[in-house]
């Protein structure tokens, strides 16, 4: 099991009283899901940051669709890519 460390964080009244009634009903500690939403938004938005970089750096090696398979796919969905 990984070392953990405690964190203080301010919520909101309405929130507070949101992840009070959510612990109640899943019968987990505040602690337990707070940590969770923050683990999920750290792995989501990493996956983000990565999905630019790369998108960044396939753009910077000149690695573009060409004009003709752009069109091609929007001809796909019938769209004009005008």
């Not at 602690?31 to 923050?38: G, H, P, Q, T």
């Not at 750290?42 to 753009?59: D, H, K, R, S």
């Amino acid at each position: 099991m990984s070392q953990s460390s405690t964190m203080t964080i301010r919520l909101d009244a309405d929130l507070k009283i949101r992840l009070d009634k959510l612990a109640d009903a899943t019968h987990r500690s505040k602690s337990y899901l707070a940590a969770e939403a923050v683990r999920e938004y750290i792995e989501l938005n990493e996956w983000q940051l990565q999905e630019i970089q790369a998108a960044v750096t396939e753009a910077d090696a000149g690695d573009f669709a060409s004009a003709e398979a752009v069109t091609s796919t929007f001809s796909k969905w019938g769209v004009n890519e005008d």
